[in-house]
């Protein structure tokens, strides 16, 4: 059983910058691929970034490259989403879920077993 709680959500304005963090609880994260997912209201759930089991691997949507990065400290049990340049199209509850013993980064929901409750991102233009 692995559980994951969000933080570092807030209110930024357009251009600025946040850093969320995932703090996981249980064994498997440390094997396990990680990722961040963002949902707006009245929108579905969408893939933001994901990474493998030891950090080396990473995959981004599109509509994130070169703002967003996703890294992971396995002593510490935590992964990080730093983002950079946000946009108003940005805001959403972000998630972040973990694969539970499978290594490699994907990009379909499907695929994570874990799940947090989210915080909440919102930039104002």
């Known amino acids: 059983q692995v559980q994951l709680v969000e933080s570092g959500g807030g209110l930024v304005q357009a251009g600025g910058s946040l850093r969320l963090s995932c703090a996981a609880s249980?064994?498997?994260?440390?094997?396990?691929?990680m990722g961040w997912f963002r949902q707006a209201p009245g929108k579905e759930r969408e893939f933001v970034a994901a990474?493998?089991?030891?950090?080396?691997?990473?995959v981004y949507a599109d509509s994130v490259k070169g703002r967003f990065t996703i890294s992971r400290d396995n002593a510490e049990n935590t992964a990080y989403l730093k983002m950079n340049s946000l946009k108003p199209e940005d805001t959403a509850n972000y998630y972040c879920a973990v694969r539970g013993g499978f290594g490699f980064a994907v990009r379909g929901s499907e695929n994570y077993k874990y799940w947090g409750r989210g915080t909440q991102v919102t930039v104002s233009s």
């Open positions: 249980g064994r498997t994260f440390s094997s396990s691929a």
């Open positions: 990474i493998n089991w030891a950090g080396d691997s990473t």
